[in-house]
Structure formats: C-alpha cells, structure tokens
C-alpha cells in the first residue's frame, strides 16, 4: 500500500468508520454501531480510499470484503485504536508514582539539584525522585540508577552521554573577604587558599592566568568541593570552583568573582545512561526538564 506524505491529513473519525466497516463487512452494522448513515460510511471510506490512492474493500452483493491494502490498514487502525483507548482510560484512572534514581557528585547535587528539586517535582507529580550522591563513579550497567550526572569530558564508552553544562574554573571569594579591585597578583599571596583535595585546582587556574603556580600556597584541603565553597561563603579565604556550583550563590551575594581570569580545562556536567535507560519515558523526561533548567535565559 503506498501512503502519502505520513498520516497527518488523515481523519481520526475516517479510520474510526474505517475499523466498524473493517469488523462487520457490512455498511449497514457499521453504520448502526456509530450512530450515523449508511451514506455516511460510505462517504467516509470513499474519503480514506481517495486519500490514501489505494482500494480498501471489494463491494459485492453479499457485502464487503476487505483487499490485502484493506487487510493490512484494519490490523494496523485497530490496534492504533486499541492504544489510544488505552492511554485514554489510563487518564482518568488514579496513576501510581514512578520512582527515578539520579545519581550525582555531592556538591552537583547540593547546590544545583537541591535547590531546583521542586520545580520537578511541580511540573511532573507522577514521578518520585530519588537522589543519590557519591564521590566516585557509579557503575550503571546492572545498578539500580537510571541516569548518573559526572563531570569529565564526556567520553564514557558503552554508556549514552547528554552534555549538560561545559565549565570554566575561577576563585570565588566572600563579598567582604577582598576588598574591591585588590589584583590577583597582590591578593593571593596575603590570602588563605582553599583546596579541593583531589584536583590541583589553584596550580591549574595560577598558570592559565599568567601568574606563578608556586603562589598555590598550602592551605586547607577539603575532600568535597561542597565543603570548599562553604569555607568561602563562611570568609575563611579563596576558592577554585566550576562556573555552574557556584552560579546561584553570585546571583544571592554570597559569594563574589574578585579576579576575572577563568580556565576552561575542556570540563563539564553530563548526563550518563545505559542504552536501556535512555529509551524511559521518565529518564527523558528528567534529562530534558535539567537541561532547560540549566539553559542560561538572555537577558
């Protein structure tokens, strides 16, 4: 059977009349099961045979039979019916929750997540969220997480990856800490450095503005960088952080950018998956509620 260009100009009601005329083989039972004319069905499949260019029955004395285009649209329409009356009583039925698994890095999840948690929950009551944090990795294959946010360059192999924020590194700082205008070249050295354990932050973002990484001074090491940035906010001294943790504490005035050099180490958030999870309605649903959220609005 050869369709047109898609479905779009066909009529619901057409392939409804369609499926009671397909059923009975017979314009007369069709025509009393939709409360209409036998004119009616008439018109109504001469219109779908028009549009489609192909035969759908065989009129006989005996009644209707259907022709193989016929055979095949019936089986198609009716199961297409079927669905659609599905979703509908599905509607109006009292739906149970669905829980989703987001596992993310514990500052991600504390000063980003955290914060928009309720905007989802808003916008998608049907879904239960739970989230779960880490320092390291999640294993997705055969976990129970259905989507996992890391920070690295995206290249996870076997996994679908979604960008989700690409990051540059500056210091932060309390509003009263520096005072205004002080040059990085003066206020480093007569500062407390606050150190991510794990990354060389302060060394990296040194020399990418030009200036001596031996002024990474030794100072306090913090396992989470969730806890660096409290120590800042808190006016305990100068931190390294990714563009995106530290965004809504600049907009409320609890933290300031004091030097406007930045390093983009080819970093950022992604949303990880396995194949499975990325074809679930409710993963999908979350992928593309975050990536909107995040999404920077112009001005």
Request: aromatic share 8%; with cysteine; glycine share 8%.
């Amino acid at each position: 059977m050869s369709l047109p260009q898609g479905v779009s100009g066909l009529p619901l009601q057409a392939l409804r009349v369609f499926d009671a005329a397909a059923r009975h083989l017979n314009m007369a039972r069709a025509a009393e099961e939709l409360g209409v004319t036998q004119g009616a069905i008439s018109r109504q499949i001469k219109s779908l045979e028009d549009q489609l260019a192909e035969t759908l029955f065989l009129r006989g004395p005996r009644g209707l039979k259907l022709t193989e285009a016929g055979d095949l649209l019936a089986d198609y329409v009716r199961r297409g019916l079927e669905q659609l009356e599905a979703g509908l009583f599905r509607i109006g039925q009292p739906r149970s929750r669905t829980t989703l698994v987001v596992n993310a890095a514990r500052t991600f999840a504390m000063r980003v997540l955290a914060p928009r948690i309720a905007d989802f929950t808003r916008a998608h009551p049907w879904i239960e969220l739970r989230l779960e944090t880490h320092r390291y990795f999640a294993q997705l294959h055969g976990a129970d997480v259905d989507v996992a946010i890391r920070a690295g360059t995206g290249d996870w192999p076997g996994h679908v990856v979604r960008p989700l924020t690409r990051e540059v590194l500056f210091p932060v700082c309390a509003p009263h800490y520096l005072p205004a205008g002080t040059a990085a070249a003066t206020a480093i050295p007569q500062s407390t450095l606050l150190h991510y354990a794990e990354r060389p932050h302060w060394r990296d973002w040194l020399t990418a503005a030009g200036l001596d990484p031996a002024l990474a001074t030794p100072g306090p090491r913090f396992d989470e960088t969730a806890l660096t940035l409290a120590a800042a906010e808190a006016g305990q001294g100068l931190a390294v952080a990714w563009g995106i943790l530290v965004a809504d504490a600049i907009q409320a005035g609890r933290l300031i950018r004091p030097f406007p050099h930045t390093l983009d180490d080819g970093t950022g958030y992604h949303l990880v998956m396995t194949e499975l999870a990325s074809r679930r309605s409710t993963v999908h649903t979350f992928c593309t509620w975050l990536q909107t959220a995040l999404t920077p609005r112009p001005d």
